[in-house]
């Protein structure tokens, strides 16, 4: 067998990575990938000169050229392997995409921005048993504390009326809120606030799922602790 029957020989050898899945289906006649196949034909062509400028005296061995084969059949089929699962990432994403459609106008618990648009919103605060002085702070999305006003230590829920640290209305916007935790003046530490924002749209990219609530807050899809139906 000389280098022109090799060449032809490979090139006719079956797909045995055994990858298939749902996405066979899907592609049906789809050419193979430009890059895996100018990568082939350039390692043929090398494999080739190779073997027609072999020295004569000392000719390559049949195991030398096996495992160049080899070589390269396991490098071209990790590459496929690599693009199957490429697929079903997007595959699953679109599938996340359906589950996360569900939620639409339900309320999702976070601990992240709040949308405040004038009315007021119920706060869920972190609890700390052994303070007996909370503060709620609220930050604007410059990151400035605008407002802070102690709220009764154990409250499970808090009615919010966006108030800044003046006592006036704070125009509508997103606010970061936490609450800070002392025992006898000492500061224990501080601690998230969730509350409700009702979901009004699934996203989907490049970096996750994410979910836009009212108000424009904008989170990730794991960033929620739970659904509830809307009032």
Do not use: C
């Not at 061995?61 to 059949?73: C, H, I, M, N, R």
């Not at 919010?160 to 916007?173: C, F, H, N, R, V």
């Amino acid at each position: 067998m000389d280098a022109t029957d090799i060449a032809s020989w490979y090139r006719v050898q079956p797909d045995t990575s055994g990858a298939s899945g749902p996405g066979d289906a899907r592609r049906g006649g789809r050419e193979e990938a430009p890059g895996i196949s100018s990568d082939f034909d350039t390692f043929l062509k090398m494999l080739t000169t190779q073997m027609q400028n072999q020295d004569p005296l000392n000719p390559m061995e049949s195991t030398d050229f096996a495992v160049q084969l080899a070589t390269f059949s396991g490098v071209e089929q990790q590459t496929r392997t690599n693009q199957l699962l490429q697929g079903l990432e997007g595959q699953f994403a679109l599938l996340g995409m359906a589950q996360l459609a569900a939620w639409v106008g339900q309320e999702a618990r976070h601990a992240g921005p709040v949308g405040f648009g004038g009315d007021p919103v119920t706060l869920l605060p972190g609890q700390n048993p052994q303070a007996d002085r909370t503060v709620l702070v609220v930050t604007d999305a410059a990151g400035t504390v605008v407002g802070r006003e102690d709220i009764i230590p154990g409250t499970e829920e808090f009615l919010w009326e966006g108030q800044s640290i003046t006592g006036a209305p704070l125009p509508p916007g997103q606010y970061r809120l936490s609450v800070e935790q002392y025992r006898e003046g000492a500061f224990l530490g501080s601690g998230p606030v969730e509350s409700y924002g009702r979901i009004l749209e699934a996203q989907g990219g490049a970096g996750g799922n994410r979910l836009v609530l009212a108000g424009g807050v904008t989170l990730d899809a794991t960033e929620i602790t739970a659904l509830r139906m809307a009032p």
